[in-house]
């Protein structure tokens, strides 16, 4: 039994040191409100274990300036793998407005909290993701 406890207790560790990252932010529809992307977001599983992600909610800001949020569906990351999981994401046009053909690439911010299944419990893990200036240049644009 306390194999298992201290098992669980390093796969939590690794787990809790997930990488997140944006692999593609497409614009998809544009308006004076909003701007719709289809995002995709890697996830990669530093633990041993095949983790079941349940919802994932996450925000993205420029700046500190709250561009808009989003949801992600469950899925499977496999042990010591990866996975791409893509989602619509609802960015607030305005805020777009003052960084689109600004000189200067904003700080964007990619912050989340996901739930795993692992073994007998539910847990809650938060991440943050600070995409590089070419990163955030591309999603600015939308390309």
């Known amino acids: 039994m306390l ?18 990252s944006i692999i593609q932010s497409k ?13 995709q977001l890697q996830f990669n599983n530093p633990s041993l274990l095949f983790l079941n992600v349940g919802k994932t909610n996450f925000v ?9 949020s989003g949801v992600l569906q469950p899925s499977v990351i496999p042990a010591l793998g990866k996975t791409v999981a893509q989602t619509p ?6 805020v777009l407005n003052k960084y689109n053909n600004a000189n200067s690439v904003p700080s964007l911010k990619l912050t989340g909290t ?9 847990v809650s893990i938060p991440f943050t993701y600070y995409p590089t200036q070419d990163e955030a240049r591309a999603f600015i644009d939308g390309t």
């Open 114 to 122: 996901s739930q795993y299944n692992v073994l007998f419990a539910t």
């Open 60 to 68: 993205v800001s420029a700046n500190g300036e709250n561009l808009g």
């Open 89 to 94: 994401f609802l960015a607030d046009t305005t």
């Open 3 to 20: 194999a298992i406890g201290i098992f669980g207790y390093i796969q939590y560790l690794s787990v809790s040191d997930l990488h997140v």
């Open 27 to 39: 614009v998809v529809d544009r308006n004076d409100t909003g701007t719709l992307y289809s995002l």
